[in-house]
């Protein structure tokens, strides 16, 4: 796994390691400044709100296995919809990779960027039961999901603070493997993987709490 990098938040002094050294976006665990790198110095963009805790057992620094590699969980953005909220903790596999762990409701589905596919379709105008072919497998729309960013902890490959609404939308397989199209980028971005069971990901250092 990559080892930790540290330096200091600029407002207010605390010390902020990074687990991943490619990460652009933090937060610091201290007075909740949101922190972007800028070559070698951290810029504070904005202070993160306090949003609900995670009623899940995975935390930051939780590990685990997918597709015979090896994960360690740095980051997580949340969002709330009409009807909840769920996590998507930013992974990164030991082969430097990112990847995304989305925690809804006890269902989990790890997926990898594929960047903006060629064949993108257009956001605005999908509807549930579309299909679409990448790669070998054909995909069928499932959800459209409006979301909005509740917020944000630990490391992401990317800035989020200037975040409102982000249009989702999911699609499955027969076989189990799972897409989704994420419409706040511009081109929107493709993500691959497939859905999972919790065993299957191989949990350690996961968060303990009462009932669970």
């Known amino acids: 796994m990559p080892q930790p990098h540290g330096v200091t938040c600029p407002n207010c002094g605390a010390p902020v390691r990074f687990l991943w050294a490619q990460a652009v976006q933090t937060t610091c665990a201290y007075c909740k400044s949101v922190l972007v790198r800028r070559d070698l110095d951290l810029a504070k963009v904005g202070e993160q709100a306090d949003f609900p805790a995670t009623g899940s057992p995975i935390q930051i620094g939780t590990e685990g296995r997918w597709r015979e590699r090896s994960f360690v969980v740095v980051g997580r953005l949340t969002y709330g919809w009409a009807r909840g909220r769920w996590n998507e903790w930013h992974c990164i596999l030991n082969d430097g990779r990112s990847a995304w762990l989305s ?37 069928q729309v499932a959800t459209i999901t409006t979301a909005f960013y509740l917020g944000t902890e630990g490391e992401l490959p990317f800035t989020s603070y200037d975040n409102t609404t982000s249009r989702f939308i999911d699609l499955t397989s027969p ?15 493709l993500y691959l993987g497939e859905y999972l069971g919790f065993d299957e990901l191989a949990f350690r250092n996961l968060r303990e709490f009462e009932g669970w």
Request: aromatic share 10%.
């Open 175 to 189: 076989n189990g493997r799972f897409a989704t199209i994420d419409g706040s980028e511009h081109p929107p971005l």
């Open 103 to 139: 925690d809804a409701q006890l269902e989990y589905a790890m997926t990898v960027e594929v960047g903006a596919a060629s064949d993108m379709p257009d956001v605005q105008r999908v509807q549930v039961g579309d299909r679409y072919t990448w790669g070998d497998t054909t995909y």
